[in-house]
């Protein structure tokens, strides 16, 4: 039986994981299951899986968390040391799927010790790409790709030589606002922006893909993960969904990964790698589908694609910088302080402040990563408090 984890498993990500997980029940022995606010579904999935522990991010939750696993025998904990001391113990495969920065830290504990990671949280590889490779190195295990696009390229890699890539593209749904004059994006409500065409995902990551914030992390993820250079990386957007990447070879050839919009398939792939196992998502009628169309994104109305570039540009805790103000900018949109269109102007702002610093370009250690992380909230959140931006 193999040893898993899923950090994150009431979410969007976690529950698709659990899904595949309780298909086969006998194949897994279930280590740790984490949330944060959802306990109901944290203690209900924690007893069908027999799991040996549940934890909540949340440790006013406890007691909860606590009451609601009474009796069955499962170990119960609480709060951000919990879950490190958690992701140190034995798996042989743990899911990465917190969402932003505080996801950063369980995942490099679990490669610590021992275990391979399939990696939704884009955030650990954009904060700190470089120490996440080199966790991964020095303890000779692997970071799967999770974000559909990684995936996608991950797959279109196999068994290719990476001095034979010309470019990667990486498509893009554009989002709920796809076609609206940008003068209407201004005055757009968090639940308008929340809605996706395609995916099914949580309202954070919906929220980024109508900003194309959310592509602009995954552009930075991209180049960290297989170590392409910038100028390599690519965006179009593909309004269908359906082709998630496409990896372009010195000899001329495109190569495509095609499927349904179902996370299934990349958390599937992650969990069975390096083989490929049935998975229950739907097969594509290309019939059916007729065509698939691209357009190119507009940087003008969507400044976190040239955000991005600057980030790649300057490495160092850029990523922190950039993720940290881009996670305080949604806060704000979220709690109705400022417009969908100021969080991009939050984020380079944040960025105009601390990318110059003489910090930015320090090592890429944990601490570094974090206390960085630090300082771009609060300067974000002065920012925004600051208003008009
Ligand atoms: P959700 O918001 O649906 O779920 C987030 C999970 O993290 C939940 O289990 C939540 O607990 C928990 N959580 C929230 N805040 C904290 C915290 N501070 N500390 C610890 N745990 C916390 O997110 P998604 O599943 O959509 O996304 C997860 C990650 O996967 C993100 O990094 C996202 O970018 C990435 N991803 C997601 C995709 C998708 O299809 N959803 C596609 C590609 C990548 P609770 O719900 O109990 O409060
Ligand atoms: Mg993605």
């Known amino acids: 039986m193999r040893r898993v984890s899923v950090f994150g498993a009431t979410g969007s990500i976690g529950q698709n ?8 029940p006998d194949a897994y022995q279930v280590v740790a ?21 549940a934890l909540t991010a949340r440790d006013d939750l406890y007691d909860d968390l606590k009451s609601a696993l009474a009796g069955t025998g499962i170990e119960v904990a609480a709060g951000q040391v919990a879950l490190n001391d958690a992701a140190c113990r034995p798996a042989d495969w743990v899911m990465s799927a917190i969402i932003g920065a505080a996801g950063l830290q369980p995942g490099l504990l679990a490669l610590q010790n021992g275990a391979d990671l399939a990696l939704a949280n884009k955030e650990s590889m954009v904060t700190a790409g470089r120490l996440m490779r ?8 692997k970071i799967l790709p999770v974000d559909s696009e990684h995936s996608a390229v991950f797959q279109a890699l ?5 001095s034979a890539v010309e470019r990667v593209i990486i498509t893009a749904s554009g989002g709920a606002f796809l076609g609206w004059p940008i003068e209407k994006l201004a005055d757009v409500t968090p639940q308008q922006a929340a809605t996706h065409p ?4 949580g309202t954070r990551i919906t929220i980024d893909s109508a900003s194309m914030f959310n592509k602009a992390l995954e552009v930075i993820e991209a180049k960290e993960f297989f170590d392409f250079r910038p100028s390599q990386i690519e965006v179009l957007i593909h309004p269908q969904s359906m082709i998630h990447a496409l990896v372009g070879f010195t000899d001329g050839a495109l190569m495509a990964h095609i499927g349904p919009p179902d996370m299934r398939h990349a958390i599937g792939f992650a ?5 490929r196992a049935p998975l229950p998502v739907e097969r594509l009628d290309l019939r059916k589908i007729g065509q698939f169309t ?17 980030v790649m540009e300057t490495g160092g805790l850029s990523g922190a910088v950039f993720n940290a103000a881009k996670e305080i900018a949604l806060d704000g949109f979220l ?30 250690t944990l601490d570094n990563v974090l206390a960085m992380d630090h300082l771009a909230r609060q300067e974000a959140r002065s920012v925004i408090a600051r208003k008009p931006i």
């Open 158 to 162: 196999l068994g290719e030589d990476l």
């Open 271 to 275: 969990l069975h790698y390096p083989n």
């Open 134 to 141: 080199e966790t991964a190195q020095n303890a000779g295990r």
């Open 335 to 364: 709690g109705r302080q400022i417009g969908f269109l100021d969080m991009a102007d939050v984020v380079e702002t944040v960025m105009d402040r601390l990318l110059g610093c003489a910090d930015i370009n320090a090592a890429q």
């Open 17 to 24: 994981t659990l899904d595949l997980i309780k298909r086969a």
């Open 33 to 53: 299951l984490s949330g944060a606010g959802n306990i109901t579904q944290l203690a209900q999935d924690a007893q069908d899986l027999n799991a040996e522990i």
């Open 198 to 201: 395609n995916w099914d995902m």
């Open 294 to 310: 691209f357009q190119d994104p507009d940087e003008v109305r969507h400044p976190a694609l040239r955000l991005a570039r600057t």
